[in-house]
């Protein structure tokens, strides 16, 4: 069950589902979905055990907890050999502050998300990766004013017809 094409409708809707509520019971997403409880937890089950369902986790109101700041820092790398690449990895994921690394193309090598309490802890940490020499040339990076929206889930089904959704 590595790709879309091993998963089915009922699958991909158990999928949709737990996205949104992933503490529901096995009855309730069987209800939700139409199926019976048995097949309905086999193939949640089969989900897991194959990889496709990774984990369960709660969404959390970061602004409840105190104040924040969310910034994006694009990273370039002075060398790009393998090696570089995966020291900066390596040194990079020792931060919980960095929630979010995508290894990308285009004009710098990383884009990171990072959470910090506030700039001055947010400038901390930059200072902190500098010194690692994990590789860094050169950053820059956005702060996030607000959040208008947020997807709640993966577009399952996008994906899995493999084209766009306002087609």
Not at 55 to 75: P, Q, R, T
Request: proline share 4%; with cysteine; aromatic share 8%.
């Amino acid at each position: 069950m590595s790709n879309s094409k091993s998963l089915d409708l009922a699958d991909l809707r158990i999928l949709e589902h737990l996205q949104r509520e992933g503490r529901c019971s096995n009855l309730e997403l069987a209800e939700a979905i139409s199926l019976s409880p048995s097949p309905c937890l086999t193939r949640t089950k089969r989900l897991e055990q194959s990889g496709v369902i990774t984990g369960y986790s709660a969404k959390i109101a970061l602004d409840k907890l105190g104040s924040n700041v969310v910034v994006f820092s694009e990273i370039t790398l002075s060398s790009h050999y393998p090696a570089d690449f995966r020291k900066f990895e390596m040194g990079a994921s020792k931060y919980r502050e960095i929630v979010e690394c995508y290894n990308v193309s285009g004009g710098y090598d990383y884009l990171l998300k990072i959470i910090a309490p506030n700039i001055a802890l947010f400038q901390d940490l930059m200072d902190r990766l500098l010194e690692d020499e994990i590789g860094i040339d050169k950053f820059a990076s956005r702060i996030v004013l607000r959040q208008p929206y947020q997807q709640r889930a993966e577009p399952l089904l996008v994906i899995a017809k493999g084209k766009s959704s306002w087609k």
